[in-house]
Nanobody, 119 residues
Framework: QVHLVESGGGLVQPGGSLRLSCVASGDIASINTRGWYRQAPGKERELVATITNSGNTNAADSVKGRFTISRDSAKNMYLQMNSLRPEDTAVYYC??????????????WGQGTQVTVSS
């Protein structure tokens, strides 16, 4: 089992910045991919960015050049969000995918943190 806790959300004006953090605990050695997703009111949850254990990253076209995903250890992952827009308003979720030999993949989610971009 993996437990994820996000922090860093809040209210920010358009053009501003926020940094989200996600701390993993439990069986972190099983994790092979981590990422951030978001869900706006009335919309489906969507991918924001992912990072593998080897450091390879991927980001949605809507956030490329503005958001940066990073990690400094197996426990800690971040999302630096710059040049925020009102359409970035959503609940942001931390995600981890683990692999267990013989069982396959398991997905874990944090509780979510609200990001609101408004003047």
């Amino acid at each position: 089992q993996v437990h994820l806790v996000e922090s860093g959300g809040g209210l920010v004006q358009p053009g501003g910045s926020l940094r989200l953090s996600c701390v993993a605990s439990g069986d972190i050695a099983s994790i092979n991919t981590r990422g951030w997703y978001r869900q706006a009111p009335g919309k489906e949850r969507e991918l924001v960015a992912t990072i593998t254990n080897s450091g390879n990253t991927n980001a949605a076209d809507s956030v490329k050049g503005r958001f940066t995903i990073s990690r400094d250890s197996a426990k800690n992952m971040y999302l630096q969000m710059n040049s925020l827009r009102p359409e970035d308003t959503a609940v942001y979720y931390c995600h981890a995918r683990s692999y267990y030999p013989g069982s396959g993949y398991s997905d874990y989610w944090g509780q979510g943190t609200q990001v609101t971009v408004s003047s």
